[in-house]
């Protein structure tokens, strides 16, 4: 199974893209977690199939109403990815 590190920028924080973004995962299928960085951007790690995961990067671009996305940074991610999605604390 992929498992990607998501790095998103832009207008993603005080808009509820976290929560927005843990119930869009859910519903694809989606496991892994997601949180707030102090820089402004919100932190993603996502494991799926391919198909899922390139599904969640559409709908992570258009994001919840009130965000703007500018760019999702991805990355090959070595870790294990938890079951379910979790949101995690600022890091």
């Not at 965000?67 to 070595?78: G, K, P, Q």
């Amino acid at each position: 199974m992929p498992i990607f590190r998501l790095l998103i920028k832009g207008r993603v924080q005080g808009v509820g893209y976290r929560i927005w973004l843990q119930q869009e995962a859910i519903r694809i299928g989606l496991t892994g977690w997601v949180r707030n960085r102090r820089d402004g951007s919100v932190e993603a790690v996502v494991g799926g199939q391919r198909d899922q995961i390139e599904a969640a990067l559409v709908a992570m671009r258009a994001g919840p109403p009130g965000s703007r996305v500018d760019d999702i940074a991805l990355h090959d991610h070595a870790g294990a990815v938890p079951q379910g999605f979790s949101i995690l604390p600022t890091a």
